[in-house]
């Protein structure tokens, strides 16, 4: 091998990073102890930044394309070493190739459940997850910040840091919201933009930002989700005397079907079940009248269902009219309020409802006006 070949093997004249992984955000080019050739092609790709380090300090940033180094395209790293007048020797200085692409399919989530209080359910736990996008918007800010002299940085070396920040930022606007629980799955878009724009500048300081947050899920513990789905499932069943019926109907089928002796002394059991059952569904009819449902007792007499109000945006009860007279009586019932009792199908307004109209009448009529 010749002098000259062996020289320019020596001397780098192109540098440029392909990178093949889905994790790397920056790489240090290695130059294997050599110099960069003056005038060497350096090769920035779409998607990528090119950083020049000397001897520590943070020189030039070269954005997408080719770029010659000399003098010219180096002001920083010239002034750094004194090249007042140019140079063609080669020099020696750090290149850091940092991804500004964006990094996918980052998840997020609470290691630990969030207390808030909930306006139905009272204080319960919340936990929730989702995905982020992660980039690289200022190079020299990250190179400072986070990655240091890191020869090789990924994204598992920064997500634990990003994740604890989403989530106590999550955490914060959670609790102080004030939306009820259930109303959050409605919601989640709202909530995960309006974190991601509050945490901009926490971001920043790291010359990151995260251009989609997503909430994936927000989940309650699980004794309190099968809690739910109990109310859930007596709401679909609506009247359970009618349900119980029909469950002994379809029993009393499913054993006729029964050619043995068994299956025919559960369907007589059933059968006689079943019509005293509805024998005392007639009987209860017949007592209760038009004012009580099925199965159900007709009221006491002299009594009447106990009444509520709502006071402050409260629900406050169960009252007697007695009492509520009394309330009318202090202003504390006006007839705006809304009031309710078993057997109304909503809230309404109290000169709405004509048993009220004599509790209002009790009310003292307004001041004149002074003077």
């Known amino acids: 091998m010749s002098i000259w070949d062996r020289l320019r093997g020596e001397l780098i004249d192109i540098v440029q990073w392909l990178d093949d992984t889905n994790d790397t955000i920056v790489h240090r080019f290695d130059r294997r102890n050599n110099e960069i050739k003056y005038g060497a092609q350096l090769v920035v790709r779409e998607g990528q930044a090119a950083v020049f380090v000397n001897e520590g300090q943070l020189a030039d940033v070269f ?48 290691m630990n459940p969030i207390m808030v209080r909930d306006p139905e359910f009272g204080p319960v736990r919340l936990r929730a997850f989702g995905t982020y996008t992660l980039r690289v918007s200022d190079p ?8 240091g002299t890191d020869g090789r940085f990924t994204t598992d070396e920064i997500v634990n840091q990003l994740r604890n920040l989403i989530v106590s930022e999550f955490a914060d606007i959670i609790a102080s919201s004030k939306i009820p629980v259930l109303d959050m799955a409605g919601n989640q878009n709202e909530l995960a933009e309006f974190i991601g724009n509050k945490m901009k500048g926490d971001f920043a300081k790291y010359g990151v930002e995260v251009p989609k947050l997503l909430i994936e899920n927000i989940s309650l513990p699980p004794e309190v989700e099968a809690a739910l789905d109990k109310r859930t499932s007596m709401g679909v069943v609506g009247n359970l005397d009618a349900y119980t019926k029909y469950q002994a109907a379809e029993a009393l089928r499913d054993a006729a079907k029964n050619p043995g002796t068994a299956g025919s002394m559960i369907g007589i059991g059933l059968g006689a079940s079943m019509a005293g059952m509805v024998g005392q569904s007639a009987g209860a009819s017949q007592a209760s009248g038009a004012q009580g449902g099925p199965g159900s007792p007709p009221p006491i007499p002299g009594m009447s269902p106990p009444w509520f109000i709502a006071v402050g945006g409260q629900q406050a009860g169960p009252f007697e009219l007695s009492l509520l007279t009394a309330k009318a009586r202090s202003g504390e019932l006006r007839p705006d309020t809304l009031v309710w009792k078993q057997g109304m199908a909503n809230w309404l307004p109290a000169r709405d409802v004509p048993e009220l109209a004599s509790v209002l009448a009790a009310a003292p009529p307004p001041l004149p006006p002074q003077g």
């Open 63 to 110: 954005a997408p394309g080719t770029h010659t180094l000399q003098t010219q395209n180096l002001p920083i790293l010239s002034t750094l070493k004194g090249w007042k007048y140019g140079f063609e020797s080669p020099f020696k200085a750090e290149v850091y190739f940092v991804s500004t692409r964006q990094f996918t399919d980052l998840k997020w989530g609470t």
């Open 140 to 147: 020299a800010t990250f190179i400072r910040q986070v990655v």
